[in-house]
Nanobody, 125 residues
Framework: QVQLVESGGGLVQAGHSLRLSCAAS????????MGWFRQAPGKEREFVAA????????YYASSVKGRFTISRDNAKNTVYLQMNSLKPEDTAVYYC??????????????????WGQGTQVTVSS
């Protein structure tokens, strides 16, 4: 069993930054690929960013590429999402997810096995 707890969400103005954290339980965190997803009101969940088990490979949705950075610290069992130049359209609940079958990242939510409870990010114009 893997438990994921997100933190770092909040209300910010457009153009500002936030850093989300996702703390994971379990001794084998370093073997999991991790992903960030988001869901805005009335919209389907969408992929944001993903990272391989080692952190050497990352992948981003086109809507956030160049503004968001995913990273991980396996010694701390934590994955991060640095969000810069935030826009009102980034407003959503952000979820981290763990893909435990392999260390290869995936942009597909249904390939992830464990999910956090989510953290709200609101960007005002």
């Amino acid at each position: 069993q893997v438990q994921l707890v997100e933190s770092g969400g909040g209300l910010v103005q457009a153009g500002h930054s936030l850093r989300l954290s996702c703390a994971a339980s379990g001794r084998t965190f370093s073997r999991y690929a991790m992903g960030w997803f988001r869901q805005a009101p009335g919209k389907e969940r969408e992929f944001v960013a993903a990272i391989s088990w080692s952190g050497s490979n990352t992948y981003y949705a086109s809507s956030v590429k160049g503004r968001f950075t995913i990273s991980r610290d396996n010694a701390k069992n934590t994955v991060y999402l640095q969000m810069n130049s935030l826009k009102p359209e980034d407003t959503a609940v952000y979820y981290c997810a763990a893909k435990v079958d392999s260390g290869r990242y995936s942009p597909f939510g249904d390939e992830h096995d464990y999910w956090g409870q989510g953290t709200q990010v609101t960007v005002s114009s």
